[in-house]
């Protein structure tokens, strides 16, 4: 039996089913400018709607840190939900403080209804995770489907206490990433590899430590790698590092030998001296960097390398870009590397698994976003699903 009830435990005819969602798209000049996060919810709400259940969208928007405020209302991502499900989505506005006219609303609209909920944190409990709120919300359905992964690392009112309250699910997308993320680290077929970019370690060592237990590599890449580098005894130049967190590098590298977990650290860089697209730049072995210059990409050798790690994995789990991908040609290392996974992937020879912010954006530049096994659009959940941390919202999904 799996760990969590789908929409296949539930008969949705005609229930009132309140699905969190997570609406928190970015939006400029009043149009979401990603819907990413809406397409993938389509799924849910059209086996709601198809058999006149009624899907009622909860979720939050932005951080408006519990007041009421017209800039962060989910008014404004209506017209997306509506052009996504292709079918006319109504709004209920709400302070919830007091839920009498929202349950009015739901209870007159339709059967086969799509309904959005304002703004969850519009009212100070949901952050709170206080459970008179959740009753509140509670009220307004039968059935509660979690649908949002990306918000499931917040032990909120609607993604937490709520799931105590009513009988509860997770939706396809919640579904469907918890089965790659299963098939990434949970259970993964090895040999498993990681890649691990971005600028700081010290924003990711829980990640690093958690990693080093369940892979049997770990790429290390970004300005993350210049850390390992100086610790090392190798000179980094002016290139970003974190020169005091040396000792707490030279320990990762320790515990990850004790556990037989190969890191594998760039052996080349491309070196710039001006932090800027199409500064002038030059290749330099690790072991004789140029002290005037900046790491801003690895090398090809280092690309080489990463490949020859990757031709013999089973499963890659990839977090953070492994050069100053958002200036060219710094892009290059991600590129490429992004580029052999998505070919590795199509072949059948791996299952690859990305997630976090700048990790989805980099994959979108070298046009493999859709290549991958699966791309998490989860944020901060992705992180600390990665550093082996029990997600409160998924927590509260289980039987
Ligand atoms: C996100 O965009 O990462 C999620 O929606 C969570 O938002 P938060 O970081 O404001 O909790
Ligand atoms: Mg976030």
């Not at 509506?82 to 609209?109: L, M, S």
């Not at 040396?246 to 990850?256: C, F, V």
Request: charged share 25%; proline share 6%.
């Amino acid at each position: 039996m799996p760990a969590f009830k789908t929409l296949d435990d539930f008969d949705l005819s005609g229930k009132r089913v309140l699905v969190r969602a997570d609406l928190n798209v970015p939006v400029a000049d009043g149009k979401v400018t990603d819907a990413t996060r809406i397409e993938r919810l389509v799924p849910t709400i059209r086996e709601i709607i198809k058999v006149d259940g009624k899907a009622i969208i909860l979720s939050h928007f932005g951080r408006p840190k519990g007041k009421v405020d017209p800039e962060f209302s989910l008014e404004l991502v209506v017209p997306a939900v509506a052009d996504e499900t292709g079918h006319p989505v109504g709004f209920i506005a709400t302070d919830w403080i007091d839920v009498t006219k929202a349950r009015q609303a739901i209870d007159e609209a339709p059967p086969g209804s799509i309904l959005v909920l304002e703004n969850t944190r519009f009212h100070p409990g949901e952050e709170d995770n206080d459970p008179a709120l959740a009753a509140r919300m509670a009220e307004l359905g039968d059935i509660f489907v979690n649908d949002a992964f990306s918000a499931a690392h917040r032990a909120h009112a609607s993604t937490e206490a709520i799931a105590h309250l009513l009988p509860s699910a997770a939706g396809r997308a919640m579904e469907a990433e918890l089965k790659a993320l299963e098939a990434g680290l949970g259970n993964p077929e090895r040999p498993v590899i990681a890649i691990v970019g971005g600028a700081k370690v010290s924003t990711k060592l829980d990640l690093l430590g958690n990693l080093i237990k369940k892979v049997d590599g770990l790429v290390i890449g970004g300005a993350m790698a210049n850390t390992f580098l100086h610790a090392g005894g190798l000179g980094v130049g002016k290139s970003l590092a974190e020169k005091d967190l040396a000792e707490t590098a030279n320990d990762i590298r320790d515990k990850a030998e004790a556990a037989h977990c190969a890191i594998i650290l760039p052996i080349d860089a491309t070196v710039a001296w001006h932090f800027e697209a199409n500064a002038p730049h030059r290749f330099y072995g690790v072991d004789s960097m140029d002290p005037e210059g900046m790491i801003l990409d690895v090398g090809p050798g280092s690309i080489e390398r990463i490949k020859g790690a990757i031709d013999e994995a089973k499963t890659i789990v990839w977090n953070g870009p492994l050069g100053a991908f958002e200036l060219q040609p710094f892009d290059h290392g991600t590129v490429e590397i992004a580029q052999y996974v998505a070919a590795r992937t199509k072949a059948g020879k791996v299952v690859s698994v990305a997630g976090g912010g700048d990790t989805v954006s980099a994959l979108a530049h070298a046009g493999v976003k859709d290549q991958f096994t699966y791309v998490s659009t989860a944020g901060g959940a992705f992180l600390e699903w990665m550093e082996g941390k029990p997600l409160p919202g998924v927590e509260a999904l289980k039987r």
